[in-house]
């Protein structure tokens, strides 16, 4: 059973900063892609940000890019969302995804869940 915890949510002002974590139980975490989704008050889900399996590669939304970076320590079975330069629009649930398939920017390109964390941006 794979199980994924996020934590690090919280109230921010905007221009602040976050860092989301996201803890993966068993022992195949590594060979994970592993994803970043939001969902925003009245919309769907949407993703944010990917990383493959080794951390070498990742790929984000337009919304986020050159603002979150995404980022993951194998040894710890975490990944990670720092997010930087917040605005309003980007309060949200944030979600972390493990890909048993390498992960995609598509919901059905994960196959695991975690119940996500509450990031809100005051103006």
């Known amino acids: 059973q794979v199980q994924l915890v996020e934590s690090g949510g919280g109230l921010v002002q905007a221009g602040g900063s976050l860092r989301l974590s996201c803890v993966v139980s068993?022992?195949?975490?590594?060979?994970?892609?592993m994803g970043w989704f939001r969902q925003a008050p009245g919309k769907e889900r949407a993703w944010v940000a990917t990383i493959n399996w080794s951390g070498s590669s990742s790929s984000y939304a337009d919304s986020v890019k050159g603002r979150f970076t995404i980022t993951r320590d194998n040894a710890k079975n975490t990944v990670y969302l720092q997010m930087n330069s917040l605005k309003p629009e980007d309060r949200a649930v944030y979600y972390c995804?493990?890909?048993?398939?390498?992960?995609?920017?598509?919901?059905?390109?994960?196959?695991?869940w975690g119940q996500g964390t509450q990031v809100t941006v005051s103006s």
């Open positions: 995804a493990a890909g048993s398939k390498g992960g995609g920017s598509w919901y059905s390109d994960y196959d695991y």
């Open positions: 068993g022992r195949t975490f590594s060979t994970y892609g």
